[in-house]
């Protein structure tokens, strides 16, 4: 419908799902084989970075993840949004912009990194 999808290697992962429920599907670029799926999101954008993915679906959600041709692993999320969030985010350096309906945010990455 609108999100992307991002190739880390030879599999792409992306968000799969018109009107009925979303998946997050692995795909093997070369072969077209689903690998796998998994449920838990909305229909969502991905930007890849530090070897880790991020994850913005249509309810407002922010998700890191770890993709790997045999799974999905949440390293952490948070809601940021109330409203429908349908814009790919975009990260300059360690701060990653998003926006819904209604606001535009602004999230340095690298505090969070360094909280840790």
Request: hydrophobic share 45%; charged share 25%; proline share 3%.
């Amino acid at each position: 419908m609108f999100a992307n999808a991002i190739r880390i290697g030879d599999f792409i992962y992306g968000s799969d799902g018109d009107f009925g429920p979303a998946l997050l599907t692995a795909v093997h670029a070369k072969t077209g084989e689903t690998i796998w799926q998994e449920r838990g999101f909305g229909r969502a954008s991905l930007l890849y970075a530090d070897d880790k993915a991020i994850l913005i679906d249509e309810d407002g959600d922010l998700v890191l993840l770890r993709l790997t041709p045999s799974r999905m692993e949440v390293l952490a999320q948070a809601s940021i949004f109330s409203t429908t969030s349908w814009t790919v985010p975009t990260l300059v350096g360690t701060v990653l912009y998003a926006r819904d309906r209604e606001k535009v945010v602004a999230l340095d990455l690298a505090d969070a990194a360094s909280a840790k």
